[in-house]
């Protein structure tokens, strides 16, 4: 097996897992739409959001119809071997990918979330704020540092591989 075909086999099941998720979560984002009052006007924040929570079943078809088009300017052409060390850079940013995308589409249920829960309670008006709970703000902190860690792994997948390879790697001789 040559690197262009595992790199394009990597972003298809890439697509797969990003995109069974992302339908997995929908009905998450969807219930925003109907918890309204009867007969009031459509919020269009909350149209939004659903819409945006479409995006990562976009990206997820877009790895699966077209891992060609990523894998090109990920790999050149004139390799025919696989390499250890790609391997291992291409490893690291397509997981960075997959954080990166779950962290955000985590991002808009908390935001759909957040929004729900404050118009709802002022709508309630009882008068006093209420404050997060101790889940709901673990859950946010942790989406914000799933896409930390995404983004420096997609960036800095090259970066992160090379040093282990140095790690791994027995020091040269004099």
């Known amino acids: 097996m040559d690197y262009r075909s595992l790199t394009l086999l990597m972003l298809r099941l890439t697509g797969v897992v990003v995109m069974v998720q992302a339908i997995i979560a929908t009905p998450k984002t969807l219930v925003i739409l109907f ?25 997820g078809l877009f790895l699966i119809y077209f891992p060609g088009t990523i894998a090109n300017r990920i790999v050149s052409p004139a390799e025919q071997s696989v390499d250890t060390l790609t391997l291992q850079q291409l490893a690291f940013s397509v997981l960075g990918l ?54 420096l792994l997609l960036f800095g997948g090259r970066g992160l591989a090379n040093l282990f390879y140095r790690l791994r790697s027995p020091p040269a001789l004099d």
């Open 98 to 151: 997959y954080f990166v995308a779950f962290a955000l589409f985590d991002a808009v249920y908390w935001i759909a979330k957040l929004r729900l829960y404050f118009v709802v309670f002022n709508e309630l008006n009882y008068g006093r704020p209420l404050t997060l709970t101790p889940e709901d703000f673990a859950g946010i902190a942790s989406t914000c540092a799933q896409f930390t860690a995404g983004a």
């Open 35 to 59: 918890m309204k009052p009867p007969g009031a006007s459509p919020d269009v924040s909350a149209w939004l959001l659903t819409i945006a929570s479409g995006f990562p079943i976009l990206v």
